[in-house]
């Protein structure tokens, strides 16, 4: 599965980037934070971490269904959003 993410604080954007998703744990990093992810049996365990200064976060552990997204979906965490859209892959 891919999966787009994006940081936001209120309507600015801090940072984004793409993750494929597949069995294999896997670590990404983006240029404020980084992404571990791998596929469980029915959800894509995605979890984001090391967030950079002054961002406020520490770790956000997603158990994302797999599915295809029909448009931007989002999660508020205080001032901040992770907006995510998922592709399932061929």
Not at 20 to 33: I, N, P, Q, R, Y
Not at 73 to 87: D, H, K, M, N, Q
Request: with cysteine; glycine share 4%.
């Amino acid at each position: 599965m891919r999966v787009d993410l994006a940081l936001f604080n209120g309507d600015d954007l801090l940072d984004r980037g793409q993750i494929l998703v597949g069995a294999s744990e896997t670590t990404d990093a983006f240029k404020l934070f980084r992404v571990q992810h791998h596929l469980a049996a029915e959800a894509a365990d995605i979890v984001l971490s090391d967030f950079v200064a002054p961002i406020d976060l520490r770790r956000v552990t997603l158990d994302m269904p797999i599915h295809e997204s029909d448009d931007w979906e989002s999660i508020e965490l205080g001032p901040y959003t992770v907006a995510f859209w998922c592709r399932l892959e061929a």
